[in-house]
């Protein structure tokens, strides 16, 4: 069982940065395929980035590509999500997860095991 938790979120101007933390424990870090989603009030909760195990492959909702960048360090059992050019849309509850199941999606709330307890990123306009 793998217990994450999330760290780094805040409040933050337009156009500025975060750089959200993600640590893993309770298991092999780097077997865990890894991503971030995030739900906004009164919205579904969606995909915003994922990266393999190795972090040698990423993929982004189109929202956020270009400005949001994933990365993992597994011998620190912890993935990041850093932010940039952040916009008053993104604010929102992020969520890290992982998965281990042997499916390739990775985009949906059902692809994933494991949900850390989100962190409130806000940005304002």
């Known amino acids: 069982q793998v217990q994450l938790v999330e760290s780094g979120g805040g409040l933050v101007q337009a156009g500025g940065s975060l750089r959200l933390s993600c640590a893993a424990s309770?298991?092999?870090?780097?077997?865990?395929?890894m991503g971030w989603l995030r739900q906004a009030p009164g919205k579904e909760r969606e995909f915003v980035a994922a990266?393999?195990?190795?972090?040698?492959?990423?993929n982004y909702a189109d929202s956020v590509k270009g400005r949001f960048t994933i990365s993992r360090e597994n011998a620190k059992n912890t993935v990041y999500l850093q932010m940039t050019s952040l916009k008053p849309e993104d604010t929102a509850v992020y969520y890290c997860?992982?998965?281990?199941?042997?499916?390739?999606?990775?985009?949906?709330?059902?692809?994933?095991?494991?949900w850390g307890q989100g962190t409130q990123v806000t940005v304002s306009s």
């Open positions: 997860a992982g998965r281990i199941r042997s499916s390739k999606g990775f985009t949906t709330t059902t692809d994933y095991d494991y």
């Open positions: 309770g298991g092999t870090f780097s077997t865990v395929r």
């Open positions: 990266i393999s195990r190795s972090g040698g492959i990423t």
